[in-house]
């Protein structure tokens, strides 16, 4: 069992109440956790004040292994394998990651400060002080999938809409709205703005990591022995954090609980099928038109690829492809839908990267031009990553849309 209490032989708490701050002792150690505002000064400045006490063993930050090396290391973004990110099925979630990051600096940029300062501020101070920097958050990368798992697909499209408001919106957030981010979470705060309370997203958003983070504290402070540990974490996970440290559902075995939140649940297997399923449908189709007649079977290829190619074209046409990269989708969009295991949108991505292969500066400049929607068309990074995702969503719409045209006709309805 385990109670509040104020750090003894501390006055540091006592000197700015401004901040959300709980200290608990736990079975075997000390754990303060500091709510903060990820875009706030007045955190930045809690979390220095904290760690130059020199009271702690360790420091423990919501950063995850890829957010903290794109601290560490800002010109990570250049090192990026662009056209390895499309083929390892990782483009939606750059570019979710990148359309999250883009809500954080635009509010950032209104009170001239980094996003995420606290942050560099806890691994700067620590670093300085030889403190271990414990990173207790899970990936965003499997936050964003368990999300997208969660929710019905009908609200995936809100999910991706959402994320594209967050960048084009460009009203302005007073800096009392700023300090109420520390009721909540930065990435919940991105989510709120198009969704309603939704327990099945916001449960991996935050109460999941809530259980996460604190596991991954129990886990590094018994291994380490580990007396006086800080934690740096959105203000909005710091009741949760609370009530599972006190609980101490985890103390016994925090190791296995890391691996049921790291895991990615598996598809459907329904959702596995369809695709194989209409690609059956739609040759069927085909052989039951040839077996008409030469001419109901010609009108039923070429209704399947106007249809399906000039969806996936259009896609690469809103994304500003390249000429030649436009009529690489219309050929290849056809194609690619009677095979699920390749999708248009790699073709669109592999020329256009091939026509016009994004340059340093696209690479240097990927941080800032994402937080406007001009910058996404005008930077040849998410460029290519709009190419991918449009075309493969107007082929997808086309498969569809085609399959029905081509039933009706089969069926005597068109």
Not at 147 to 171: D, H, K, M, Q, T
Not at 354 to 363: A, C, I, S
């Amino acid at each position: 069992m385990s109670e509040t209490l104020v750090l003894p032989d501390s006055d540091i708490i006592e000197k700015d109440k401004s901040e959300p701050l709980v200290v608990l002792q736990l079975k075997d150690y000390e754990l303060t956790i500091l709510g903060t505002a990820h875009v706030s000064k007045a955190s930045a400045d809690k979390v220095e004040e904290l760690i130059r006490s020199h009271y702690y063993d360790a420091v423990g930050v919501e950063l995850c292994q890829s957010r903290y090396k794109s601290i560490v290391d800002p010109d990570l973004l250049a090192k990026m394998d662009l056209f390895g990110v499309i083929k390892n099925g990782q483009a939606s979630m750059v570019a979710a990651s990148l359309a999250l990051g883009a809500f954080q600096q635009r509010m950032a940029e209104q009170f001239d400060i980094e996003p995420g300062a606290e942050m560099r501020v806890a691994i700067k101070e620590s670093q300085d002080a030889k403190i271990p920097v414990i990173l207790i958050d899970r990936e965003i990368g499997i936050t964003l999938k368990r999300i997208y798992r969660n929710i019905p697909w009908w609200r995936r499209i809100n999910l991706f809409s959402g994320l594209l408001a967050s960048i084009v919106s460009r009203e302005k957030v007073t800096e009392d709205e700023i300090e109420r981010l520390k009721e909540g979470d930065v990435l919940e705060s991105t989510f709120s703005q198009f969704a309603e309370q939704d327990q099945r997203m916001f449960e991996p958003l935050i109460s999941e990591r809530d259980s996460y983070m604190t596991a991954r504290i129990e886990k590094e402070a018994r291994e380490s022995n580990y007396k006086r540990v800080l934690a740096i974490v959105g203000a909005g996970h710091m009741n949760g954090m609370k009530r599972i440290s006190e609980s101490g559902e985890l103390s016994e075995n925090p190791d296995e609980k890391i691996k049921q939140l790291d895991e990615i649940p598996k598809p459907s297997s329904f959702f596995k099928i369809i695709p194989w399923v209409i690609v059956a449908v739609i040759l069927i189709g085909f052989v039951v038109g040839f077996s008409r007649s030469t001419e109901l079977g010609m009108e039923l290829v070429i209704e399947w690829v106007v249809i399906n190619g000039g969806l996936a074209a259009l896609g690469a046409t809103i994304a500003l492809a390249h000429p030649i990269t436009i009529i690489a989708a219309f050929l290849a969009a056809p194609l690619t839908s009677l095979n699920p295991m390749i999708g248009a949108g790699m073709v669109t991505a592999a020329v256009e990267i091939y026509l016009r292969k994004p340059q340093v500066q696209d690479f240097s400049s990927l941080r800032s031009d994402s937080t406007s929607l001009k910058g996404w068309w005008s930077n040849q990074v998410t460029r290519i990553l709009l190419i991918f995702i449009l075309s493969s969503f107007g082929s997808a719409i086309g498969t569809y849309l085609a399959g029905f045209r081509i039933f009706d006709k089969l069926s005597g309805v068109g």
